[in-house]
C-alpha cells in the first residue's frame, strides 16, 4: 500500500490516506486497510480478529477515522502515551479540522454555519440525518469557487468546510440538509443524483484538509496539511 506519510517524530505519525482505502479493520473489509498498514509500519502485534477496540495496540495507534472514499490526514499515535494524549484532544475538541468539498449547486449565502442535530436514522441503523433528539451538531461553510459542470451546466460549489463537532457523517448530513449535498455522495445525495455523479467522478468529493492540534509530547501547536488530490484539483482547474 502506498501512503504518503505527511509528518513523522517519535510520537505521531500523520499520513495522506487515498480515497478507496479502509481505515480499520472489519469482517466486512475486503484488502488491506490502514490499521494494517500501521501494524506493520510500528511493529505493534495484534489481534488479527479484532477489528477495532479501545487501546493502542487494537487501534495500531490510529486516533480516529474518516471514511472510505474521504481523502486526507488521517493521525496515527507511535506509543501508548501519545495514543492517549491525542484522544484526549479529540474528546475535548480542541482539534480544529477544515475539510474540502465539491458539491451541488451555488452555495448561498457563501459563508454561514449549519446548526442541526445529527442522529442515527431509526428506521436505517446505517445512515445518519437531521433528527431533534440527535447529538449537537455545528459546521461551518464557506464558498471558495464556484464551478460550471462542462456537460450539464449545472453550477458546483468548492467549498471550506470546518465542524466544530465530529458526528459520524456530519458533513455530509449538513450539506444535504442545506440541498447542496457532496458530490459523488451515494449515501445523502439521492440515488438518482449520485448514479449521474458516478459518470463523472469516482468518489465522494470530499478532502480532509488541515489540521491543527498539539503535539501529545512536545505540547508545541502543530498545523498539519494534505494537499488537494489529484482529481478534486482537475475539477476545480
Known amino acids: ?50 477489528s477495532w477496540g479501545d487501546s493502542f495496540e487494537s487501534r495500531a495507534g490510529i486516533v480516529h477515522r474518516i471514511d472510505k472514499e474521504t481523502s486526507g490526514i488521517l493521525v496515527i499515535a ?52 437531521i433528527l431533534p433528539d440527535g447529538k449537537e451538531a455545528i459546521t461551518h461553510y ?27 457523517h456530519q458533513i455530509r448530513v449538513h450539506m444535504q440538509y442545506i440541498h447542496h449535498p457532496l458530490i459523488g455522495d451515494y449515501v445523502y445525495a439521492g440515488r438518482k443524483t449520485s448514479r449521474c455523479d458516478r459518470t463523472w467522478v469516482t468518489r465522494v468529493m470530499l478532502h480532509a484538509w488541515k489540521m491543527t492540534l498539539t503535539h501529545p509530547a512536545l505540547g508545541s501547536p502543530l498545523a498539519i496539511e494534505a494537499p488537494i488530490p489529484d482529481d478534486m484539483r482537475r475539477i476545480i482547474e
Do not use: C
Request: hydrophobic fraction near 40%; glycine fraction near 6%.
Open 1 to 50: 500500500m502506498d501512503i504518503s506519510i505527511l509528518l513523522e517524530d517519535a510520537d505521531i505519525l500523520v499520513v495522506n490516506k487515498p480515497s478507496g482505502v479502509v481505515v480499520n479493520r472489519a469482517q466486512s473489509v475486503k484488502g488491506e486497510t490502514i490499521q494494517d498498514w500501521a501494524e506493520k509500519k510500528l511493529g505493534i502485534s495484534a489481534d488479527a480478529s479484532v
Open 78 to 129: 507511535k506509543n501508548p502515551a501519545a495514543f492517549e494524549a491525542l484522544q484526549a484532544q479529540f474528546k475535548e475538541r480542541t482539534i480544529q479540522k477544515t475539510y474540502l468539498a465539491l458539491v451541488h449547486g451555488d452555495v448561498l449565502p457563501p459563508e454561514g454555519d449549519i446548526n442541526a442535530p445529527v442522529g442515527r436514522l431509526p428506521w436505517n441503523r446505517e445512515r445518519f440525518g
Open 142 to 168: 464557506k464558498k471558495l469557487q464556484i464551478i460550471k459542470h462542462a456537460v450539464t451546466g449545472e453550477p458546483v460549489s468548492f467549498v471550506e468546510l470546518t465542524p466544530h463537532t465530529g458526528r459520524t
